[in-house]
């Protein structure tokens, strides 16, 4: 069973900050079947990124993300006021589907 | 525009049944795997199960396997989730989401989420 580990668990920045969050896999996710999905409060999730790199439809450019077998980053270059949300990753690898706890980002 | 409606939520004693339902609109259902998935309060995300787009082929997380049933109307483009024996740790909000393919191919994108519904309310106590 892959447990995924998310950190931090909160980050407090300011608009038009770079900010990198972190997915880590308790052992190899096959063939990077890693997702991200942003949950902005009172929503519901929103994928951003499949196949650990690929932005999905209309996901704006400034998201970013890369990593393989255990070790996962989604990049936002500038935080814009509506990117203020939890991130969640998920691996779709094996049976479990596990996502991560999240990690809140919240302006400072 | 893809749309998925969840109702059927509501406060039910343990170890009762409900069934929960999402209506979908916006794309042809019967080509795409579904899933459900849950949120307890102030908790994250837990995938609860899953659906391949001709209905024949499921999957479940193991605290729910023998107690939940998913299920599809292709017909009526209707999701259903049934749940029994529910506990009160099944008290969550449980969202309906679609998936990019029909199922797990080579590039899994069946079990990728790419559209969600608003969620509807569980809550199991006594």
């Known amino acids: 069973e892959i447990v995924l580990t998310q950190s931090p668990g909160t980050l407090s920045l300011s608009p038009g900050e770079r900010v990198t969050l972190s997915c880590r896999a308790s052992?190899?996710?096959?063939?990077?079947?890693l997702a991200w999905y942003q949950q902005r409060p009172g929503q519901a999730p929103r994928l951003l990124i499949y196949?650990?790199?690929s932005r999905a439809t209309g996901i704006p450019d400034r998201f970013s993300a890369s990593g393989s077998g255990t070790d996962f980053t989604l990049t936002i270059s500038r935080l814009e006021p509506e990117d203020f949300a939890v991130y969640y990753c998920q691996q779709y690898g094996d049976s479990t589907r596990a996502f991560g706890q999240g990690t809140k980002v919240e302006i400072k | 525009e893809v749309q998925l409606l969840a109702s059927g939520g509501d406060l039910v004693q343990p170890g009762g049944s409900l069934r929960l339902s999402c209506v979908a609109s916006g794309f042809t259902f019967r080509n795409f795997a579904m899933a459900w998935v849950r949120q307890a309060p102030g908790k994250g995300l837990e995938w609860v199960a899953s659906?391949?787009?001709?209905?024949?082929?499921?999957s479940y997380t193991a605290s729910v396997r023998g107690r939940f049933t998913i299920s599809r109307d292709q017909a009526k483009n209707t999701l259903y989730l049934q749940m029994s024996s529910l506990r009160v740790e099944d008290t969550a909000m449980y969202f309906c989401?679609?998936?990019?393919?029909?199922?797990?191919?080579?590039?899994?994108?069946?079990?990728?989420?790419?559209?969600w519904g608003q969620g509807t309310l569980v809550t199991v106590s006594s």
């Open positions: 196949g650990a790199s």
């Open positions: 659906l391949n787009d001709a209905g024949d082929s499921t």
């Open positions: 052992q190899s996710v096959s063939t990077n079947f």
């Open positions: 989401a679609k998936g990019r393919g029909p199922y797990c191919d080579s590039g899994c994108q069946g079990r990728v989420l790419d559209s």
